[in-house]
C-alpha cells in the first residue's frame, strides 16, 4: 500500500484528487495527509515520510520546487501537480517526473501511478531532482539534461551531448557525441516530441538527429546526411524539403 501526501493550496484541488484516489486506487495508494502550504508539507513530510507525494507547483508566494530543497534527501516519489507552466511541463519530462495538469482527470492519474511501477534507487531519485533543478534553470538554452531509464538505472546526459537517435520497433538507440551507445524501452516517436524545440529534426522514420552535428548534406532524390561521427543518414523524400528549410535557418 503506497503511502501518499497531497501538497496543494486549493481546498478544491485536493478535495478531487482524493476522491480520484478512492475511487481509482482504494486497495493500492492510502492517502495519509493533505497540505495546503509549503511550511505544512515540509512538516507532514518529515512526520509522515509517505511513500508518494502530490505537489503543486504554485502555492501562494512559494512553489513546490522550494519544498523540495527544503527537504534535501528525498526518499519519496513525486507527482507534480500544475495549471499550465510550459517551462516547468518540459522541465518534468526531460527530468523523468510525472506531472498532472489541473483540472486532474482518471486517465491523467491513472497513467501517472502506473509509472510508479519504475523503481529507482534513492540516488537516482536525487539524481532526477538535481536534474530537475538544472532544467528549470536552463530549459530556454541548450544546456538541459534529459533523464533516461535503462535496464541498469538512470543516465542524464546534456541534450546537446545526444548526436542521433535511431528507432529499432519499441526502442531506441541513442548515440552520444562521445561514442556512447544508449538503448532505451521507448519509441522514437517519444524522443521526437520532447526534443522538437532542441534543434533535432526527424529525417528519416528510422533517425532523428540533432542538426548542430551536420557535417555534410549531399543532394539526391531525398539526399544523404553526413553527421560529425561521419554516420550518413538516409533523408526521406517526403521529409526533404521541410529538412533543407530547417538547415537554411540556422
Known amino acids: 500500500m503506497i503511502q501518499a501526501l497531497i501538497i496543494d493550496d486549493e481546498q478544491h484541488c485536493i ?43 504554485e502555492m501562494r508566494n512559494q512553489t513546490g520546487f522550494d519544498l523540495l530543497q527544503q527537504i534535501g534527501e528525498i526518499n519519496f516519489e513525486v507527482i507534480f501537480i500544475t495549471a499550465h507552466e510550459k517551462y516547468a511541463v518540459q522541465a518534468f519530462r526531460f527530468s523523468a517526473f510525472d506531472y498532472l495538469l489541473k483540472p486532474v482527470n482518471r486517465n491523467q ?59 529499432d520497433s519499441n526502442y531506441t538507440h541513442i548515440y552520444l557525441k562521445d561514442q556512447q551507445k544508449i538503448t532505451v524501452a521507448r519509441t522514437l516517436r517519444e524522443f521526437e516530441e520532447l526534443l522538437a524545440d532542441c534543434n533535432f529534426y526527424r529525417v528519416h522514420n528510422s533517425h532523428l538527429i540533432n542538426l548542430s552535428f551536420i557535417k555534410s548534406y549531399q543532394k539526391g532524390k531525398g539526399g544523404m546526411v553526413t553527421l560529425t561521427d561521419n554516420t550518413q543518414i538516409e533523408v526521406s523524400v517526403r521529409r526533404k524539403e521541410q529538412f533543407l528549410k530547417k538547415i537554411s535557418e540556422m
Open 15 to 57: 478535495d478531487s484528487l482524493s476522491l480520484l484516489l478512492k475511487e481509482n486506487y482504494s486497495q493500492s495508494v492510502k492517502e495519509i495527509g493533505a497540505c495546503h502550504s509549503v511550511e505544512e508539507g515540509v512538516r507532514a513530510i518529515r512526520e509522515l515520510k509517505p511513500g508518494l507525494v502530490f505537489l503543486d507547483v
Open 109 to 167: 492519474l491513472v497513467t501517472a501511478i502506473d509509472k510508479l511501477k519504475e523503481k529507482f534507487s534513492q540516488k537516482e531519485q536525487s539524481q532526477k531532482i538535481e536534474t530537475l533543478f538544472h532544467n528549470l534553470k536552463t530549459m530556454t538554452g541548450v544546456s538541459r539534461k534529459i533523464s533516461i531509464p535503462t535496464g541498469n538505472g538512470l543516465l542524464f546526459p546534456e541534450v546537446n551531448e545526444i548526436i542521433r537517435c535511431e528507432s
